[in-house]
């Protein structure tokens, strides 16, 4: 990295540091478009981080998230805490594009000084995150957030990228979303540590409550928490005090019980494990040029005349011998 | 490099149909568009472009207050570091009023009938012209 870049880079995180919201955007930015950016920035603030407690919200398209996060955020506020909220909205797959629409219901939090928002797209990524959460995340932390909502993409069966990343997990229904068994696809209520009824004032609200406890029932707690089945109605705020408070009791029985480290710690070695995988490529790929080899040989193998398999393990296997023998390419 | 655009309408005008038009248009061009809604103050506008670090801010008025709106979302966009920020209108704005827009600077005008096209030709240019793509 050159060093006109690297100062760049401190000077950033100086500003972050102190809470500069143009230095914490203008960082983020500079993350989302650059993966190895991605790295160097973790590693210069990783011992300013670890402090916020991160919450993922998650739930269909239409469910009230956006609403929600803007009302969850300021109760937060009322309470003297600082908020950061990553929102999370699909990317075209065809242009790359993205309309980020969830701001605009939280219009009245655009001026305040202890809220701290970014919307961003998936950028190809499905899980339901983007690549760059993760890093958002982290400078939200260092800017010395309390809390971080992270909003998600409408979970649909595969989405659950949420789960690994945040400390409490709310999964958003709705009544009049069409019939039972969407909801019993599995792993959507699974990742909930709450599970939320939004929009309690409309018709079925208490069926789709008694149908999440009759599911409840059926199912194997797999831990000592029981996730609460919570109604409101994010648009009024009805609701929303008792969520903090759930989110809360959450937290402290995880703190209580141990789950909050053992998570942390899985999601650590997850990313580091990632991170190991990435960087030993992108130095093997640098010296061995394996990509532009495969260039050539597509055709062969989409016409079956070299199996891809085999070229593989050949590639893998010459790589590690010409490193033993101290050789280059 | 992927270009951020805020689509923005400030004051009390509540025609929203070209903003959304432009906003689709823009996503379909690969642009990622925050689309804040309507009713927007002029702090709340610069506010939410340099918290989102924007590279362009489009604004759409068919009210007539363009030239009292305009001028004050420039001047908080400064206030905010965000004086680095492409600004683009369109609308209902008369030929006589563009010149002295522009001087206050908004890059361009876009005035009804004019092509999507033009309006995203006309941000990939300048944001080639930075160095950004």
Known sequence: MNTTLSARIDELIDGVLVGNRRAVSRLITLVENDSEMREEVARRIFYKTGNAYIIGITGLPGSGKSTLTGKLAKQMLAKGLRVGIVAVDPSSPFSGGAILGDRIRMNDLALEKDVYIRSMGTRGRLGGLSDAVEITVAIFDACRCDCIIIETVGVGQSEVDIAETADTTLVISVPGLGDDIQMIKAGILEIGDILVVNKADRDGAVQVVTMLETMQML?????????????????????????????????????????????????????????????????LQERFHFEQELDGLLNEMLSRRQNPYDWVRDTVNSCIQKIKKGEEK | MTIRVLV??????????????????????????????????????????????????????????????????????????????????????????????????????????????????????????????
């Open chain 1, 219 to 283: 199912d194997e707690i797999h831990t000592d928490w029981k996730p609460p089945i919570l109604m409101t109605t994010a648009e009024t705020g009805d609701g929303v005090p008792e969520l903090l408070e759930a989110i809360f009791q959450h937290r402290i029985w995880r703190e209580e019980s141990g789950a909050k480290v053992s998570l942390r710690m899985q999601r650590l070695r997850k990313e580091l494990i990632g991170l190991l995988c990435r960087s030993f490529y992108r130095q």
């Open chain 2, 8 to 133: 923005a309408k400030p004051g009390l005008d509540g025609h929203d149909r070209g903003a959304k038009v432009i906003a689709s248009a823009m996503r379909d061009a690969g642009f990622e568009v925050i689309y804040t809604g309507l009713r927007q103050t002029p702090e709340q506008i610069a506010a939410a472009a340099t918290a989102e670090d924007v590279d362009v801010v489009a604004m759409s008025l068919l009210s007539g207050a363009h030239n009292s709106l305009f001028p004050r979302v420039l001047e908080c966009l400064k206030k905010m570091d965000g004086g680095d920020i492409l600004v683009i209108g369109g609308g209902v704005i008369p030929e006589s009023d563009i010149p002295n827009l522009k001087k206050q600077g908004i890059a361009e005008i876009f005035t009804p009938g004019t092509p999507t096209s033009a309006v995203i030709e006309f941000i990939k240019k300048v944001m080639a012209e930075r160095g950004k793509i």
